[in-house]
């Protein structure tokens, strides 16, 4: 008689406190963005460069963070982002130039990539049976829409009582407490014996060669497009463009007083209404096509991104667009990251979910790069807004030639 595994594992609850905290400080840089403008005098352009070499070099660390766990352990690969991402932080605190802000932004992305999805699904991923991987996956994933929930609000919170610079600081050390975790992240090795004695080279030659890893990658593209612009650029696009329409408004009567309070609420929001679509994604993945899921949440996206765009703003447009969006915003995390471990296996599941997460971050560069730059030029976000429907819409169509079967089937 065999025993149910049980789901929630100590090293599935130690992997979400560390993504929760995690992504809580990354979600809070668009609340810094006109306070940090406002104080140095700064364009527009210049802070949201920063936050888009953040998202950059998360991309170009993640695969470099899942190789390190998968060579010399997980948690030394934990240790080493944690501490890097407190280092960005403390050295971001005292930057007071353009071009020093967006170098230290580099090691807060590294420090991401080291204590985000690449590495700790990973684990996660490893320490599951296969009836709960999928379920285990998305668990995780929400814990980040978790840290959302509250990390902007609290960082807003926070900035009415002492500088940015302070907040930073004080980031900078709950990161570093990250370690004290640790011992609790053990997670077994799991993988078939081909796999084991598969090369990190063979099996990165294979995907490479398979158009269905490209198909992924490139879909990939669109997901850190919008929830990039969305996450930096969301919160100053709702003070200046909802200014007027506060006041005498339902929100001002229940106490959202402020565009910047609003602004805030609509991150928080994003992110728990993103907790039930991520479970329910984990949920759905176990049971039906993972590639037609994601067509499906990419296509949503598409239509909800555009009618946003389409009908008169106000404040509680913002909040519908951020309950609907919020319900599909990491949804596609689970299934992405899931869709790999099944296609070509758990050994280097790190490493080829790095990759693809790299086309993620190049879509972040892009969406919170070209939102500041558009802004500065036109005073508007209106075309970055539909040039994220229409990549969302060639997201929706690349997953569905994906071909989801394990690569060995495919192979032997």
Request: glycine content about 12%; proline content about 4%; charged content about 10%.
């Amino acid at each position: 008689m065999t025993t149910k595994s049980p789901l929630f594992t100590p090293v599935l609850i130690t992997g979400c406190i560390i993504i929760l905290v995690s992504f809580a400080v990354r979600a809070s840089f668009g609340v810094f963005q006109i306070p940090i403008a406002e104080e140095f005098g700064w364009a527009r352009a210049e802070f949201s460069l920063a936050i888009a070499i953040q998202n950059l070099a998360w991309g170009i660390g993640q695969p470099i963070f899942g190789a390190i766990a998968e060579k010399v352990g997980d948690r030394r690969a934990i240790i080493i982002g944690a501490i890097v991402y407190a280092a960005g932080l403390v050295l971001s605190s005292f930057a007071v130039t353009p071009g020093a802000h967006q170098f230290y932004e580099v090691l807060v992305g590294f420090g991401i990539a080291g204590t985000g999805f690449g590495v700790i699904l990973a684990v996660v991923g490893r320490a599951s049976s296969d009836a709960n991987r999928s379920m285990s996956l998305a668990i995780a994933t929400a814990a980040g829409s978790g840290g959302q929930v509250f990390g902007a609000p609290v960082a807003e919170w926070m900035l009415s009582i002492m500088s940015w610079q302070s907040v930073f600081l004080i980031f900078a050390a709950v990161v570093l407490s990250l370690i004290l975790l640790l011992p609790l992240m053990r997670a077994p090795q799991v993988a078939s014996k081909q796999e084991l004695e598969e090369s990190m080279g063979a099996i990165l030659g294979k995907a490479m060669r398979d158009p269905t890893f490209s198909l992924i990658f490139l879909g990939f593209f669109s997901c850190g497009y919008q929830l990039a612009f969305v996450t930096a650029h969301f919160p100053a696009f709702v003070t200046e463009m909802c200014a007027p329409l506060m006041a005498g408004s339902l929100l001002h009567d229940i106490g959202i007083t402020s565009t910047s309070r609003l602004g805030a609420l609509a991150i928080s929001l994003i992110g728990l209404a993103n907790i039930a679509g991520t479970l329910t994604a984990g949920w759905l993945g176990n049971r039906y096509s993972k590639k037609y899921l994601l067509a499906g949440i990419y296509l949503g996206r598409t239509f909800i991104a555009a009618a946003f765009i389409l009908v008169p703003m106000t404040p509680v447009t913002v909040l519908l667009f951020s309950v609907t969006m919020g319900a599909l915003w990491l949804a596609t995390v689970p299934l992405t990251s899931g869709l790999i471990a099944h296609i070509y296996g758990l050994r280097y599941m790190g490493t080829l979910y790095g990759i693809v997460f790299f086309s993620h971050q190049l879509g972040s560069f892009m969406g919170v790069w070209l939102g500041g730059r558009m802004y500065d030029i036109t005073g508007s976000y209106t075309m970055v807004w539909w040039i994220g429907v229409g990549v969302g819409l060639f997201s929706a169509i690349v997953h569905l030639p994906v071909r989801e079967r394990p690569m060995t089937a495919a192979t032997a």
